[in-house]
């Protein structure tokens, strides 16, 4: 600050945007420094966060807090990387095991794809959670190994840093408890300021929508969606945003090793039609971000090919290796962790499945021990649920709607989770529409 200059006060910019004004780069800034450094104290900073609840922020405010929150922490220098790096991101849904056909999917035609990863808490595990099904796999790399490992083999899975935007780390635990949460702003600059942080050069986005999902309606999701592409376009970032349907799970599998299991059926032709669709769909504006493809029909063609010449499968076990795990899994998917025991749950009507409360069907995983319900917790790899019936689909009584893959002879919490999730109906439903929008 220059000599003669006002000093900024943190009373000053809570009134400000109070009256629903717009906060400079400078006003933003200061508030993100002094929060992070201790200096503001949470009392201030949530009077912020509701201000900015009711008030909202423009694009530039939005970019501005994100590059904020970015630049709090340390930022991964990939540009020792060959090309245009290209990563996704997720908005977090039942059964989504995208990233594990995306990322070998992708890397066969030889764009690179660098992810840096979390843990879960919730329902299952988080993408690496899910990779260490895999015997001796780990995200615990080197800079150097994961740079290494991208160049050699176009993709490489290494976990978050601990000091990836702080910031948003602190002032997300802050608004969990002062009901601030839910605005928009405050969502989209946490999500994007920890993927701007990793260091790639365009970022696919598969926001999700539904019952299972952060967004419950399409309204909401498409919001978001512009929100984040706007912050990735500002800070000039090629940012293409997915909206997908999360009204039920994604794929047939709900769990940890049954999701690689279903992820590597995919990439040896196996038709889940919401899964294989999806996969070719975010992975066809990942190649065109990356500059591989002129468009999406030219990418999809080219993906399609490697998954019928047995390319995409191969890029996975490669891949596996190369983060030292164990590739006969992937060669021989039955190797993969299997529960002791297998309960159906069955339907107590005839008739059509017309509604799956995804998020339940999360929970029951979570009761298996598939996923945590606090941070101490330790998933078991093994257990998981099946779905024999998704919506749109005709059922007959006594007709199984799931199996629970568990180690316990019987798990009631789950069994109760997955009857409360169905809704079977006289009449005949059509299966949800997979794909909403492309917001670019």
Known sequence: MGKGDPIMRMYDIIVKKREGNALSEEEIKFFIEGYTSGEIPDYQASALAMALYFQGMNGKETATL?????DSGETIDLSEIE????????????????????????ASVGVPVAKMSGRGLGHTGGTIDKLEAIAGFTTEITKEEFIDNVNKHKLAVAGQT????PADKKLYALRDVTGTVNSLPLIASSIMS????????SIVLDVKTGSGAFMKTLEDSEAL?????????????NTVAVISDMNQPLGFEVGNANEIREAAEILLGSNVEDLRELSLEISSHMCVLAGAFADPAEARRALEENISNGKAHAKLKEFIEAQHGDGAMIDDLSQLPQASYHVEVQASKSGYVSE????SIGVAAMYLGAGRQTKEDKIDHSVGIT???????????????V???SNTGNPEDSIAKVEEAYTISSKETKSPTLIHNIIK
């Open 66 to 70: 994100t590059q904020a929150m970015v």
């Open 83 to 106: 090309g245009q790096i290209v990563d996704k991101h997720s908005t977090g849904g039942v059964g989504d095991k995208v990233t594990f056909i995306v990322g070998p999917l992708v």
């Open 162 to 165: 601990g000091n990836l935007a």
């Open 194 to 201: 920890k993927k701007l942080a990793s260091g790639a050069d």
């Open 225 to 237: 969606a512009r929100e984040m592409v706007t912050i990735g376009n500002e800070l000039g970032k």
């Open 356 to 359: 799956i409360d995804a998020e």
């Open 387 to 401: 779905l024999k019936k998704k919506i749109g689909d005709k059922v007959e009584e006594g007709e199984a709607l």
């Open 403 to 405: 199996v629970l893959h």
